[in-house]
T-cell receptor, first 112, second 114 residues
Framework: DAKTTQPPSMDCAEGRAANLPCNHSTISGNEYVYWYRQIHSQGPQYIIHGLKNNETNEMASLIITEDRKSSTLILPHATLRDTAVYYCIVRAPAQGAQKLVFGQGTRLTINP | NAGVMQNPRHLVRRRGQEARLRCSPMKGHSHVYWYRQLPEEGLKFMVYLQKENIIDESGMPKERFSAEFPKEGPSILRIQQVVRGDSAAYFC????????????FGQGTRLTVV
């Protein structure tokens, strides 16, 4: 699976959009970009994933650059409950293989 | 649809005892994954199981650790003769038998070895 690079920490004001970048310059054609988050000692929570098209769900939007070498997770209206460590993971799906390799992630702090 | 259920949530064991951690996957999910998170560290993959089969145990310590996912019942992560270094949060995740799907995590079992 391709390696990802994320800033170790970020701050965002409550109510503003939080934009979390991720670099994955060695991503290959069949690898997806997944985002998870871990809120203080809880189990990781799936947020969103995509291959090459931008994706949106009730939690967030995922913007993937045209060359697929980087992506941005957008939390449109951040709340205090969005304070968490956010993980960007790149992996090629195989039959039933959901093994995830977690890096250090970005520690996002939402400030009131 | 209940999420991934792990129990117990907290487990205290004395050195040398056995720890058994249970994970019930989401309904319809036949794939289970165990991860370990040591204090102040990231999540590390341990083992991937399908019903009655171990598919990938590349992250499992070679000794004292074992995992199973029987045809009936929850998946079990078993740690024999626990040591202080086993103190960690153990998370289980499950996914359905298909590609390109996300995995859902339980709330974890926090093992403390005293």
């Amino acid at each position: 699976d391709a390696k990802t690079t994320q800033p170790p920490s970020m701050d965002c004001a409550e109510g503003r959009a939080a934009n979390l970048p991720c670099n994955h310059s060695t991503i290959s054609g069949n690898e997806y970009v997944y985002w998870y988050r871990q809120i203080h000692s809880q189990g990781p929570q799936y947020i969103i994933h995509g291959l090459k098209n931008n994706e949106t769900n009730e939690m967030a939007s995922l913007i993937i650059t045209e060359d697929r070498k980087s992506s941005t997770l957008i939390l449109p209206h951040a709340t205090l409950r969005d304070t968490a460590v956010y993980y960007c993971i790149v992996r090629a799906p195989a039959q039933g293989a959901q093994k995830l390799v977690f890096g250090q992630g970005t520690r996002l702090t939402i400030n009131p | 649809n209940a999420g991934v259920m792990q129990n117990p949530r907290h487990l205290v064991r004395r050195r040398g005892q056995e720890a058994r951690l249970r994970c019930s996957p989401m309904k319809g999910h036949s794939h289970v994954y165990w991860y370990r998170q040591l204090p102040e560290e990231g999540l590390k993959f341990m083992v991937y199981l399908q019903k009655e089969n171990i598919i990938d145990e590349s992250g499992m310590p070679k000794e004292r650790f074992s995992a199973e996912f029987p045809k009936e019942g929850p998946s079990i992560l078993r740690i024999q003769q626990v040591v202080r270094g086993d103190s960690a949060a153990y998370f289980c995740a499950s996914s359905p038998p298909a590609t390109r799907t996300e995995a859902f995590f339980g709330q974890g079992t926090r093992l403390t070895v005293v």
